[in-house]
């Protein structure tokens, strides 16, 4: 199983970068897919999620409206669209799959099965 994350870089506020997520070694269509990000100090947190269909997403409050999480499981990859980026949004970003029936979504990192090994994003003032 890998989760192979990439697109990370440096940004100025008010940019934009998307990040992927390619999968291997699993049936992606299974398996809700999320974005997570940890800043320097601080605890893992939830970014986004969307259900195995891509019917159903959701966000964190803190970037609703301005990143967008997709999904292609013909291609085995998932992306996190992010425009209108601002300095607190610099942290390694996490992509991670949970494996789930139908539409279920978690924002609990407790819960995902896979874990990917990070893309860091800086955004600078």
């Known amino acids: 199983v890998q989760l192979q994350a990439s697109g990370g870089g440096l940004v100025q506020a008010g940019g934009s970068l998307r990040l992927s997520c390619v999968v291997s070694?699993?049936?992606?269509?299974?398996?809700?897919m999320g974005w997570f990000r940890q800043a320097p100090g601080k605890e893992r947190e939830f970014v986004a999620v969307?259900?195995?269909?891509?019917?159903?997403?959701i966000y964190a409050e803190s970037v609703k409206g301005r990143f967008t999480i997709s999904r292609d499981n013909a291609k085995n990859t998932v992306a996190l669209q992010m425009d209108s980026l601002k300095p607190e949004d610099t942290a390694v970003y996490y992509c991670?799959?949970?494996?789930?029936?139908?539409?279920?979504?978690?924002?609990?990192?407790?819960?995902?099965?896979?874990w990917g090994q990070g893309t860091l994003v800086t955004v600078s003032s």
């Open positions: 070694g699993f049936t992606l269509g299974n398996f809700a």
């Open positions: 969307i259900s195995r269909s891509g019917g159903r997403s």
């Open positions: 991670a799959a949970d494996l789930k029936l139908g539409e279920l979504v978690t924002t609990s990192p407790r819960e995902y099965d896979y």
